[in-house]
C-alpha cells in the first residue's frame, strides 16, 4: 500500500443474492425469550459469502456478531429466515464447518496429537489415517515440536493454534473464528494473525471471522462487513483490495481503520 492508494478500497451495501455464493445468509430473524421478555438480536438480515473469502464482521458490543455465527455453525435456530450453504439449508452442525472458540476450548487431559485428532476420532476415521492428518496440520501449525506435550504446557497462542489445527484437520469448507485471538496480548495477538494466514495459505476455505478489533479486521480481511447496534443490520460492506501481507503504519490501513472506529462510535453513541 502507498498513501495515494489510501482510498482505494469500495464501500458496499448488503446483497441478498444467493447466486454463485458459497454461505447465503437471507432475512435471519433472532429473537431470544426469556420469561416474558424478547430480545430482538436481529431482523431481516441477510448476507452473501463468496467461496474462498475472509470475511470478517465487526460491530458495537452486543450487536449480535456471534448470534450470526452461531445460526451460520447450525448451534441455534433461527426464529425466521434462512441460512444455505451451497445452496442447501443448513439447520444443524456439519462436518463441512469448523469453530474456532475464543477459549480454546481443548481437552486438558489429552496431548497436542489428541486435541487434533479428536473430531477424526468421532468420525471414526481409522488410527493411521488420523494420526497422519493430525501431524501434518500439526506441523503447518509449527507445532512439531510440541506434538505430545499436554495442554498446560503450552502458551495461549501455541492453544489457540491446536484449535486453529482441530478445525481445519476435518477438512471443512467453512471456518468458523469466533473472536479467537480476543484473550491474547496484543503481541502475541499480532503473531497469531500472520501465523493464521500462513495456515490457510494453501486452502480455499471460506472464512467468517468475529472481532471486536478494527485493526485486526483491516490486517486480516478480504471483506469487512460493519454492523449496526441491536437489532444488527449492515451498515456497510468494505472490500478490501490490499494484498497480504499489510504493513499497519501504512496510511491507507491507518485511514480506513479511523473510518471504522469513528462509524462504530457513531452506533454506540447512538445507543447511549
Known sequence: MTEERSEEYTRTGPSISCTDT????NNLTKIFKKDKSETVVLKDFSLDIRKGELITIVGPSGCGKTTILRLIAGLIEPTSGAVLINGKPCTAPGADRGMVFQDFALFPWRSVRKNVEFGLEIAGIPKEERR???ERYIIRAGLEKFIDSRVHELSGGMKQRVGIARALVGHPDVILMDEPFGSLDAQTRNIMQTQLLKILDKTDQT???ITHSVDEAVFLSDRIVVLTKRPA???EIIDIPWPRPRDRADPG????????????????????
Do not use: Q
Not at 490501513?253 to 447511549?272: D, G, P, S, W, Y
Open 22 to 25: 458459497h454461505i447465503c445468509v
Open 207 to 209: 472464512i467468517v471471522f
Open 233 to 235: 443490520s449492515i451498515k
Open 132 to 134: 497422519e492428518r493430525a
Open 253 to 272: 490501513f491507518t485511514a480506513l481503520r479511523k473510518k471504522i472506529l469513528a462509524e462504530l462510535e457513531e452506533e454506540n453513541v447512538m445507543e447511549n
